[in-house]
């Protein structure tokens, strides 16, 4: 069988550098180009013949990538966050259209997307929920795109389980500004950046006597390689283009 190949876009990024590693050292994969910043994206795939691009660049850039890599007849694998839900509906649209598979996952490490089913699942039992994300100090959207995946899944449950229903609170001020978080679907979201964390994500649930934490921690790159890899593997086989690793794993 012949190897998929593949480019990496953002290759000279924290990320992009670590996938091409990974992308060297996996079987059945070949590394046939690394574009970064000002180089010409369209050419550098029909020039490398790329199946499958990894996109880990910047949220301002994602979307034209994207809908570039899909112009040029290559397969998207883009874990670069910061997408509203109107752009990828419209990338999965155009997707669809052309017979391709794809995937957007904002984040690749197996465990966070566990996590993410599970706090999936508590919610319908414990609704009164928060969310807290901690990511490196240069990581320049907020929140996390985990985090609103995340918030996403939550608030899907609490709308298929209406007996689910949250506390009533009282009318909340803030003396200082942004002190409860940005609500999402109006489920509170904190988002943190200091030196020393990669990724990291924690829902808190409260009930009555009792609080459950969820919490997963990415402490190096490698945590997101398998998935980048697994992905690369499956959107070849696909005929459409899906949001979140968890869409593919079993497939
Ligand atoms: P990074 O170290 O800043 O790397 C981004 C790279 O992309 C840089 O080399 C940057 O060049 C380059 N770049 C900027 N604009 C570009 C464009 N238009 N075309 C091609 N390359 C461009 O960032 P990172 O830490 O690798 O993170 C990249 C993205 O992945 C972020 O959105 C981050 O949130 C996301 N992320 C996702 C996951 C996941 O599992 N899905 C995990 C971690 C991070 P310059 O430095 O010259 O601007």
């Not at 020039?47 to 397969?75: C, E, K, M, R, Y």
């Not at 928060?130 to 990511?135: D, N, P, Q």
């Amino acid at each position: 069988m012949s190897e998929i190949r593949v480019l990496v876009n953002g290759a000279k990024g924290r990320m992009g550098t670590e996938t091409a590693q990974a992308v060297i050292g996996a079987d059945g994969l070949e590394l046939v180009g690394q574009t970064d910043l000002g180089d010409d994206l369209s050419s550098a795939i029909a020039d490398a013949g790329a199946q499958v691009v990894v996109d880990f660049t910047i949220p301002s850039a994602a979307v034209h990538n994207a809908n570039l890599i899909l112009d040029s007849g290559a397969s998207p694998v883009v874990g670069t966050t910061g997408f509203s839900t109107e752009e990828i509906e419209a990338l999965q649209e155009k997707a669809a259209g052309l017979g391709r598979g794809g995937l957007i996952a904002p984040n690749f490490a197996i465990g966070a997307v566990l996590l993410m089913k599970f706090a999936q699942q508590a919610a319908k039992y414990l609704p009164d929920v928060e969310v807290i994300e901690l990511h490196h100090d240069q990581k320049v959207d907020a929140p996390s795109g985990t985090a609103l995946k995340t918030v996403e899944l939550i608030r899907e449950s609490l709308d298929q389980n209406p007996s689910a229903r949250q506390t009533e609170r009282p009318e909340e001020t803030e003396t200082v500004s942004g002190a409860r978080g940005g609500k999402y679907l109006n489920i509170p979201v904190h988002s943190v950046r200091l030196p020393g964390y990669v990724a990291h994500e924690e829902v808190l649930f409260g009930g009555t006597g009792q609080v459950l934490s969820l919490r997963h921690d990415s402490i190096s790159r490698e945590s997101f390689m398998p998935g980048v890899i697994l992905a690369i593997r499956k959107v070849v086989e696909l005929d459409r283009l899906y949001y979140g690793l968890d869409q593919v794993m079993d497939l």
